[in-house]
Structures are given as C-alpha cells and as structure tokens.
C-alpha cells in the first residue's frame, strides 16, 4: 500500500507518517522503481499501536521503547509497566488539575452572576449584588475578573 492508503486506514495525517519515518519510530518503507513508498500490513499495525499510544498521551521516547519491548518477546514485562506506571500517573495528576480548574471556573461564573461590574476607574456600572451578598474585599477592589487561584496551574496545565 502507498502513503495515501496508509494515511487513510490509520488515520494519521501523511506529514506525521513521513516524521515518525525521519525519526525511526516507523521502519523506512520499501520503495517501487518509481521512488514511491510501500508500507506492509506490518507497518500500518505499527503506526496503529503508535497512533493510539499517542492518543493516551505516550511520548514518543516512551513509544519508542515499548516498541522495542515488543519486538523482543522474550523481554520482560516489567519496563512496559514502569512506563504505563509513569503514564497512569501523569494521567491522574491531570484529572486532578483539571478538576480544580473545573472548581474554579465554576466559581468564577458563580461569583460573577452575583457581582457588581465595575470599571476600570473603580466607577460602578451595572449592580449583580445586593448589599451584604458575596462580600469579599478582594473582589469589591478588582470586578468580575479574579486570578484564577490553582498553584501553577497555567504553568502546568498542558491540554492533551
């Protein structure tokens, strides 16, 4: 089969499939005498398992070496599951993340439908409170918008 069949059975764009090949995560492909690649069944079970590693957020150093795990089936099991270990937790730490920014943002769009706007002069504009409701001094001084308050979450927040 040639790149475009590839692309479209595994559904990986043509340009990734060229990468992966530069790099020698996927095997150089045969070519025809018209310089044109050739790609296997073999290969496109390759590029399927790497397709969906990435999707569960493997890097491709880790890709590389649980390909080479599974070229050698005499090899222990044990490196494999170091390195789902290490992707299980990353997964959990940003599930964690993400439910704080959940937390948070629900509590932005919670104080901001009580709030009173104000402009950038401190002027007041239109009025969301009633007095003595939502009385925070943080939020009388700097409007609607507040800093979201997750520790490093913009630093390390990194959408997968």
Do not use: W
Not at 91 to 120: C, F, N, T, Y
Request: with cysteine; glycine share 8%.
């Amino acid at each position: 089969m040639q790149i475009g069949d590839l692309s479209r059975q595994t559904d990986v764009n043509i340009e990734t499939i060229r990468y992966y090949e530069r790099i020698g995560v996927l095997p150089k492909p045969a070519r025809q005498p018209n310089g044109r690649r050739t790609y296997s069944p073999a290969d496109a079970e390759r590029l399927g398992f790497i397709r969906h590693a990435r999707e569960l957020g493997f890097d491709l150093p880790s890709i590389r070496i649980l390909l080479a795990l599974q070229e050698r089936p005499e090899a222990s099991c044990e490196d494999a599951s170091h390195i789902a270990q290490e992707q299980l937790e990353a997964g959990e730490s940003r599930i964690v993340r993400l439910l704080l920014l959940q937390d948070e943002l629900a509590r932005m769009v919670s104080d901001g439908e009580h709030r009173q706007i104000r402009s950038k002069s401190g002027q007041q504009g239109r009025e969301h409170d009633r007095p003595g409701e939502n009385d925070r001094s943080d939020q009388d001084k700097r409007g609607c918008v507040h800093p979201i308050n997750i520790p490093g979450a913009v630093r390390s927040f990194r959408p997968s």
